[in-house]
């Protein structure tokens, strides 16, 4: 590499639900920007993270997991994932290598079909798997795809996530500095904060709630003090989900406020009060001016 030559791109992140997009992405920018959740589907949005070194910027994208859409908001969640395709330099398909190939990976195998864009295999939670059983997984996944690279690692404990960025680095053509050095993220901090919100209700809640829940920040003003106002709002479809998102006495909209303040506060750097109400939004899954009101952006439509 020449002392002037800079390497920089745009680089997909696409794989079924809940294998660790958002821990991997998440990883790498050492900072939280996409929502973690045990619950599938729980990336809505086209999240761009950017990752930048001496050598090159990264910007990756962390698409919605794959799945059949059954609701407007479900088919944003479809396009999005589809167009971030047409948009990089390379594709990771994540995959969990702890379970076996299923229906949905190898529709996403389909769609990677049509694509020129180069592709990289990542095998991820190699912590939960036998080496032998590794290397199966590989063998089978190459028998579906030619692969421009496998890569295997542990989004969640960093196992060989450096190798990956090597590897990607490796398919970044020479190009501009996108985003100053020093962002993360190109989503505005009120997104990234009604986000961290809608993580500890997904993660609090019970299974009848997650999907029904947006977040819309209302508000957010640093005070004379430094401390920075939070107001938001969590929508739910039914009154029955909004007595269950507030609790007996409020106590889980309390907890939900409690752990959400802290990842808050570690995103700004400042102390943080946030006021939450719940509110219900009958069938706002299927309201597209509802759905870009919480952040959507209307390009991605």
């Known amino acids: 590499m020449t002392e002037n030559e800079f390497k920089s791109g745009f680089i997909s992140i696409i794989g079924r639900p809940n294998v660790g997009k958002s821990t991997f992405m998440n990883k790498v920018l050492g900072q939280k920007v996409a929502i973690m959740s045990d619950k599938p589907q729980t990336t809505r949005n086209k999240i761009q993270g950017v990752h930048t070194t001496e050598t090159s910027q990264m910007i990756f994208i962390d698409t919605p997991g794959i799945h059949k859409p ?160 939070v107001s938001a709002v969590i929508y739910v479809e039914r009154d029955s989900q909004k007595g269950m998102v507030i609790g007996k006495n409020g106590k889980m909209l309390k907890e939900i406020g409690k752990m959400a303040r802290i990842d808050i506060e570690n995103l700004l750097g400042s102390r943080v009060y946030l006021e939450l109400w719940v509110k219900v939004q009958k069938d706002w899954r299927n309201k597209s001016q509802f759905i870009r009101s919480l952040g959507y952006r209307d390009e991605e439509y």
């Open 70 to 229: 059954k609701h407007q908001l479900g088919e944003h969640m479809m396009k999005v994932a589809r167009n971030t395709l047409r948009e990089t330099e390379a594709i990771l398909f994540l995959v969990n290598v702890a379970e076996e190939l299923g229906r949905g990976d190898e529709y996403i195998i389909d769609m990677l079909k049509h694509t020129e864009t180069p592709i990289i295999l990542v095998l991820n939670k190699i912590d939960l798997v036998h080496p032998d059983k590794l290397i199966e997984q590989i063998e089978v996944y190459k028998d579906k795809l030619p692969f421009a690279d496998v890569v295997p690692i542990s989004a969640l404990q960093g196992n060989n996530v450096d190798r990956l960025l090597e590897v990607i680095e490796g398919y970044l053509p020479e190009g501009p500095m996108y985003y100053p050095e020093d962002r993360i993220t190109d989503h505005p901090e009120h997104f990234i904060v009604g986000e961290l919100i809608r993580e500890k209700a997904l993660h609090l809640t019970s299974q009848e709630i997650p999907h029904a829940i947006g977040v819309e920040v209302e508000r957010m003003k640093a005070d004379d003090r430094g401390t920075v106002n």
